[in-house]
Nanobody, 113 residues
Framework: QVQLVESGGGLVQPGGSLRLSCAASGSIFSIMYMGWHRQAPGKQRELVASISSSGANYAESVKGRFTISRDYAKNTVYLQMNSVKPEDTAVYYC????????WGQGTQVTVSS
């Protein structure tokens, strides 16, 4: 079994920054992808960013503002969120693809003045 624990969510003002972290533990084998999805109220869950040995991918709406990175030794993935906008408000879910797909419990990000 794999466990994902997210941290770093909270309230931030428009134009501000926030850093999300997600630590994976448990029976982890070869990790193919780690990344983040988000779900805003009344909307479908959408991919924000993912990272693998081939590189990183981003949703068009966050390109140039968000950066995903990974600490392989710690099995941890990060999402640096800069220049945040009110439309970034959502619950952010970490995920990991290995022999299966695993999800974190989600962390709330609220962008508001």
């Amino acid at each position: 079994q794999v466990q994902l624990v997210e941290s770093g969510g909270g309230l931030v003002q428009p134009g501000g920054s926030l850093r999300l972290s997600c630590a994976a533990s448990g029976s982890i084998f070869s990790i193919m992808y780690m990344g983040w999805h988000r779900q805003a109220p009344g909307k479908q869950r959408e991919l924000v960013a993912s990272i693998s040995s081939s590189g990183a991918n981003y949703a068009e709406s966050v390109k140039g503002r968000f950066t995903i990175s990974r600490d392989y030794a710690k099995n941890t993935v990060y999402l640096q969120m800069n220049s945040v906008k009110p439309e970034d408000t959502a619950v952010y879910y970490c995920y990991l693809v290995s022999r299966g797909t695993y999800w974190g419990q989600g962390t709330q990000v609220t962008v508001s003045s």
